[in-house]
């Protein structure tokens, strides 16, 4: 399988995310220019990644420019297909904007740009350190989205204390129900707040970022 990662101007995880898919995890990576639209390249046993950074400078809001980017154009047709797509930070908030994911990120509760490790939890079964680094990530929905969310199992992550207890304390930007990632209904679309990516090399002091990648790519090859 391969993964392409698209690059806005404005990304700056992009080159993250590459090396940790290709150096830490082994597999294939093929950069993905904003103004193309070919994914020839790639079939629905494929998944393309969208990271994080501030596409287009964050104007207007958080991913309302890049969602309608011509590569855009061809990963909602990609996703419509089956085709797997990751979001992170920046690339959660293109997937909530471009409808392929519910809901919304907002301005952090504090009103400020947050960048520090936290921990989140999730299909691991414990407590994963994690940075994060954004000022709009508080996930937001509908009671009603909140509860089919819930009910279809569709919360990947949540924020939690370092021993994996979910509480409002361990919730570092307000995200209802302490929500740090989500996927979509039919599970080929996943998008989190949290860079696995920036915690997946031993030289940065932090792997548990890898366990999270692991994970994710295995829902993808267990789709394809």
Request: glycine letters at 12%; proline letters at 3%.
């Given at each position: 399988m391969k993964f392409g990662v698209v690059v806005f101007p404005g990304s700056n995880c992009d080159r993250d995310m590459m090396d940790a898919l290709r150096d830490d995890l082994g597999q294939e990576v093929i950069p993905l220019w904003h103004k193309d639209r070919d994914l020839s390249k790639f079939s629905t046993e494929d998944c393309i990644v969208l990271p994080g950074g501030f596409s287009f400078g964050d104007y207007l809001r958080c991913g309302a420019i890049a969602r309608f980017s011509p590569m855009m154009q061809s990963v909602i047709q990609f996703a419509g297909q089956g085709g797997k797509v990751l979001g992170v930070c920046?690339?959660?908030?293109?997937?909530?904007?471009?409808?392929l994911l519910p809901g919304v990120l907002l301005r952090n509760a504090n009103m400020q740009f947050i960048c520090q490790n936290v921990y989140i939890t999730g299909e691991e079964g414990r407590a994963l350190k994690i940075p994060i680094a954004h000022g709009e990530g508080r996930y937001y929905a509908d009671a009603a989205t909140l509860d089919k969310l819930e009910n279809n199992n569709q919360v990947?992550?949540?924020?939690?204390?370092?021993?994996?207890?979910?509480?409002?304390?361990?919730?570092?930007?307000?995200?209802?129900?302490?929500?740090?990632?989500i996927c979509n209904e039919s599970r080929n679309v996943f998008g989190m707040m949290p860079h696995p990516e920036r915690a997946s090399n031993a030289l940065l002091g932090n792997i548990d970022g890898r366990e999270i990648l692991k994970t994710l790519t295995a829902k993808v090859l267990s789709l394809a």
């Open positions: 920046n690339g959660f908030q293109i997937l909530c904007e471009s409808h990947i992550y949540r924020y939690c204390d370092e021993n994996g207890l979910i509480t409002d304390a361990a919730n570092p930007n307000g995200s209802t129900r302490n929500i740090a990632g």
